[in-house]
Each structure stands twice: as C-alpha cells, then as structure tokens.
C-alpha cells in the first residue's frame, strides 16, 4: 500500500519537482467515490459490486488529480512555496468536505467474503486481502515500468526527471506529461484507497493524510523520482514498522520508521536511488 | 541575407544585467561565431534565444517573432539546440536519447550515423556511461535528427581532447553544409575552420561584428577582444 501512494508521489516530484501533499486527498476521494458507488448498487451481487466500486474510485482518482494538475498546480509554475500551500490547503480542504458531507464516523464497504478468509503458507495464516494487495502493488509496479520504458510518455517522464529544461529544448510540451504523471499518481494513489477500505474494513476522512506522511518517508527513503528505489523502500518501511511493532511494542514501528528515514538521510541522502532529498 | 535576428536583446539574471542590449544578425545558410571572454553573455544570449531564460528585446527567424515564446514553440519553428554541458539524458540509451529529439515525420538517422557511426553501434548504452566525446556526439546527433533552419550550438569542443576536437571540428563543417549555425566556441582554429563570420561580446554588449577570418587574422584585436587564453588556442 506504501507502494502503491508513494509511487505517484515519486514521480510527481520527480518530474515536476512538486511537493504534492494533496497526495493523500486523492486516496481518500478515491476510496470514498468506491464505498460511494458501492452504496448506489445496492441489489448486485457482492463481488461486481466492489469491482464496479473499485474502478469508479479508481477513474475518479485520475480524474480528480488531473484537475488539480490543470487548475491549481499548472498556474503556479515554479513557484514552489505557492504550490506546497496549495496542495496543503487542497488536503485540509478535502477532508473537511468529505466530512461534512459523510461525516466523521468510519463507515463500512463491501467487500468479497474470500477476502477476509486465510490462506496458509509455510505455516503462516496470511489474510488473502494481503495477497490481494501485494499482487495489485506487483501488477502496478510491472505496469508502470513498462509505461515509462516502451512509451513515448514514458520516454519524456524518465528525460524530464533528469533534467526538464532539456525535454523542452527538444521540442517538446512538457506540461502534458505533467498532467499525466498527475494522473497516473491519483490512480495509484486511489487504488491504495481502495484496497485500504478492504485493509481497514471501513473508511474514515482522515486515511489519506495518515497515510501520506508513511508515503513521503518511503519517497525520500527510496530516492525522489525513482520507481525502483520506491518499490525498495516500501517493502523494507513496511516490514520495519511491522517486524518493530510485532517484536518490540505497538506503536514503536511509526517510531522505527521515522528512525530508518533519519539514518538515510545521514547516511545516502539521495536514498536507495534517485535524487537528493 | 539575414535569418536570426536580434535587436536589442536584454537580459537580467537576478540583480545582474547580463545582456545589455545586444543586436546582431546570423545569415542564412552560413557558421556565425559567437565570441567572447568567460563571462560576457555568450551561453545566455544563446538561451535566451531558446527561450530558456526571460529576455526583453526583438529576435526574429525568418520574419517569425520568437520572443515570448515558450521554448518548445522556439524549437519546433525550426531551432536546434546544442546545449554547452550537453546535457544527454544519462539514464537513457543512446536510442532513446535519440528518440526523444525525433520531431519531423522523417528524422534523419541516415546523416546521424553517416557523421557518428559510434552511435550505431553504442545505441543500447546509457548515455551516463560514455565518454565526454561520445556524449557531445550524442548532443550533436540530436540536433541534426530534425531539419532545422538554424543550430545554436554552443562550446561544443569543451572539455575534448585535440583528436575529438578535430571530429567535431569536421562535424560542423558538414553541417555548416546543411544548416545555418550560430556557434559559441572558444577554439578559435574551429572558429577559424568553420565561421564565416564573427560576433564578438563583452560584458554584455557586442563590440566587434565582421568577417571571421578578418578578426582572427587581427592578433592585437584577437587579444584585446578575447583575452590571452585565446591566443594560445589559436
């Protein structure tokens, strides 16, 4: 899940240099616009139900980055202290909206009986939800590889992380690109809202902003603009927190995190790979 | 008769006025060397002709206004751009590197690799991993995929060793074949190879525009306009 809503992070501020913490807005409008639709299908059958849900959170998601993209980050080029105050008062401002309108209390979603049944590995219980998101993570992880290798898209995202002024000077409109790097990360980060409604059961309007602060340590861990250094360091955040909060004691993996994120920036600033933090 | 014009080119850079007005003119189908100390505006005047640097003043291609242009507009009027520390997308092969610049419906991959063949060879190479010289050609290669109607190019020899120095040296001339060329270059015996006419900067001003081989020819104006390391290069 780290992966999954840091990934979009990684490339957005990778390719822009935007500071995007409306991030978690977009998991939260694309969990809600899930648990919304599900909500409106009330007679179908459990199963179509969530998958109709879970691709409306996930086109709504894109949809709702773009705009943002389009409207608010577009205008406000190379003003960076701008943009970051837009994108935080975007985050505040979302989660102020979805509570007003669905209120604070968690509420539940549908989801398909199998996943919350275990399937037993080596001995281990796993809850099949956990397979569900580790393949999700895989297949957006290969997507998004073969995306930025055998595209043209992909081509000017991995040129313009590197250095943007020379993608323009070939000729090329680099704010399209923008907008769908934007995209691309909302529906990652959606796909993340998705399947933590089916994670935490329920869904609350805080869970996009819990979850971002997690998303940034695994960016600035994994390295700004790489994929790969992203997918690295979400697996290793994610099982320090788990190994420090099973071994030791609840509430020291958060600890344990910020911790590894401080030993990385002393040690490799630019992280596993990528660009300096 | 005069391709690239510019008038009154100013440029200021933080609390510093770069170029303080500057007019020229580059003629179609020939080399104009851009000349100066260190320092004098020359890389700017360039960028500002790309667009990548806010500029004030008139610059025309061909009768076209490009100031206020973004720089992907510049470009795809016909400018190709050869940036002064190349600038190749290290993570990127050669090939996609090369992609990247395609832009016409037929890039001219027959000439990029009659000029650099290396480049045929080292196509799935990351850019990060060649040479200096191999990376200039890269740079070069891609200006010349598109048909252009004029290549800033810019210090392209820097940093080379003499044998590379004379490739790009032969490059240019092939190109100068094809293409107007604004050329920024320090070694005056490339300028010597390959300009027709000069332009000379200093400190933000033009102070000598004229014929190239008259200007090199002059030792005490050589000196006095471009500094005593250029002497020696030549």
Known sequence: MYFLIASGLSLIYGLMGVLNFAHGAFLTVGAYAMWFTESKLGGVPVLPRFLLGA??????????????????????????????????????????????IWGNDARTVAAPGWLGNTTTVVGAHIPNDRWVEIVTALVVLLALNAFLRRTRYGLIIRAGVENRAMVTALGIDVRRAFTLVFALGGIAAAIAGV????????????????????????????????????????????????????????????LSVVLL?????????????GSFA | MSLLSVSDLHVHLGESHILQGISFDVADGRVTALLGRNGVGKTTTLRALM???????????????????????????????????????????????LRLAERDGEPRYELVYELFPELKERGQQAAGTLSGGQQQMVAIAR??????????????????????VTEVARVLERVSELTTVLLVEQNLGVVARVARDAVVLDTGRVVHT?????????????????????????
């Open chain 1, 195 to 254: 399947l933590s409604n089916v994670y935490f059961g329920t869904i609350d309007p805080q869970r996009g902003t819990s979850l971002l602060i997690f998303a940034f340590i695994v960016v600035v861990i994994g390295g700004l603009g790489s994929l790969r250094g992203t997918a690295a360091s979400a697996v290793v955040v994610g099982l320090v927190q788990q190994y420090a909060n099973y071994y030791a004691s609840s509430g020291l993996g958060d």
């Open chain 2, 143 to 164: 200006a010349l995929l598109n048909d252009n109607r004029v290549l800033l190019v810019d210090e392209p020899t820097k940093g080379l060793a003499p044998l590379l």
């Open chain 2, 51 to 97: 667009g990548l640097v806010p500029s004030a003043g008139t610059i025309e291609l061909g009768g076209v206004q490009l100031g206020g242009k973004p720089t992907h507009k510049i470009v795809r009027l016909g400018v190709g751009y050869v940036p002064e520390d190349r600038d190749v997308f290290a993570g990127l092969t050669v090939n996609e590197n």
């Open chain 1, 261 to 273: 994120l401080g030993i990385v920036l002393l040690a490799r600033p630019r992280g596993f790979s």
């Open chain 1, 55 to 100: 691709l409306a959170g996930l086109a709504v998601g894109g949809v709702f980055a773009a705009l943002v993209e389009l409207f608010l980050i577009r205008p406000l080029y190379r003003r960076h202290i701008e943009q970051v105050l837009v994108t935080v008062g975007l985050a505040l401002a979302t989660v102020a909206l979805v509570t007003a």
């Open chain 2, 210 to 234: 004229g014929p190239a081989q008259e200007l090199l020819a002059d030792r005490p104006m050589v000196h006095r306009m471009l500094g005593v390391g250029s002497a020696a290069a030549a």
